[in-house]
């Protein structure tokens, strides 16, 4: 198993028992470096298969087919894989960042209101 694949391994080790504010840090995280490797290795994964596709150009067997066409073609859905993967990792922020914010009263609040006292095993 790759490195990605172990990523992905660790990102399913993540529970949401105990402390669920640390467990969804940590699995915002593991997301976010997950999604952000994965654009990286789209991006150049994506230059090096057109780079490679051009060289396709004047193959006998592509005769009337326009290679550089269809190597942009398939350049353009790497791109919007990569957009993709970076949209996953910006989430993976706003995910962390509303659960802060809905569940996570602020200090001022926490003054306000008198604590209970909870006797879950789950836990802010």
């Known amino acids: 198993m790759g490195t990605g694949g172990k990523k992905i391994a660790r990102l399913g080790d993540v529970t949401f028992q105990g402390k669920v504010g640390a467990?969804?840090?940590?699995?915002?995280?593991?997301?976010?470096?997950?999604a952000r490797d994965l654009a990286?290795?789209?991006?150049?994964?994506?230059?090096?298969?057109?780079?490679?596709?051009?060289r396709l150009d004047g193959h006998p067997l592509l005769v009337g087919v326009d290679v550089r066409l269809r190597a942009r073609i398939v350049r353009r859905r790497f791109k919007r894989a990569k957009e993709l993967a970076l949209a996953i990792s910006a989430e993976s922020v706003k995910f962390q960042a509303?659960?802060?914010r809905d569940f996570l009263a602020t200090p001022a609040?926490?003054?306000?209101?008198?604590?209970?006292?909870?006797?879950k095993d789950v836990d802010l």
């Open 23 to 34: 467990n969804v840090t940590a699995y915002a995280k593991s997301t976010q470096r997950l």
């Open 40 to 54: 990286a290795q789209i991006e150049a994964d994506g230059a090096r298969a057109e780079r490679e596709m051009r």
């Open 98 to 100: 509303q659960y802060r």
């Open 109 to 119: 609040q926490q003054k306000n209101s008198k604590r209970k006292t909870w006797s």
